[in-house]
Nanobody, 114 residues
């Protein structure tokens, strides 16, 4: 069992930055893949960024060059730094962990609006 507790998010103007964090209840080395997903109203949940236990990262094309996923194995946390935010980034963001089965954080609203 893996518990994921998210923090961060909120309202920001276009072009601004936000940082999301996800604290895991277990050692990150035991989790092969962690990721951030998002879901906007009326849309399916999509993968935004992934990071493996070895540190390999991947991003959806729409956020490449703007978002950075990272992990701190000493604090068992995964973060998503979001820069140059756009209105289309508005969504509920979810932390995700894959360890035999899927685990999800509680979700955090990110709103990009002037």
């Amino acid at each position: 069992q893996v518990q994921l507790v998210q923090s961060g998010g909120g309202l920001v103007q276009p072009g601004g930055s936000l940082r999301l964090s996800c604290a895991a209840s277990t050692n990150l080395f035991s989790i092969p893949v962690m990721a951030w997903y998002r879901q906007a109203p009326g849309n399916q949940r999509e993968s935004v960024a992934t990071i493996t236990s070895g540190g390999t990262t991947d991003y959806v094309d729409s956020v490449k060059g703007r978002f950075t996923i990272s992990r701190d194995n000493t604090k068992n946390t995964v973060s998503l730094q979001m820069n140059s935010l756009k209105p289309e980034d508005t969504a509920v963001y979810y932390c995700y962990a894959k360890k035999v089965r899927d685990f999800w954080g509680q979700g955090t609203q990110v709103t990009v609006s002037s």
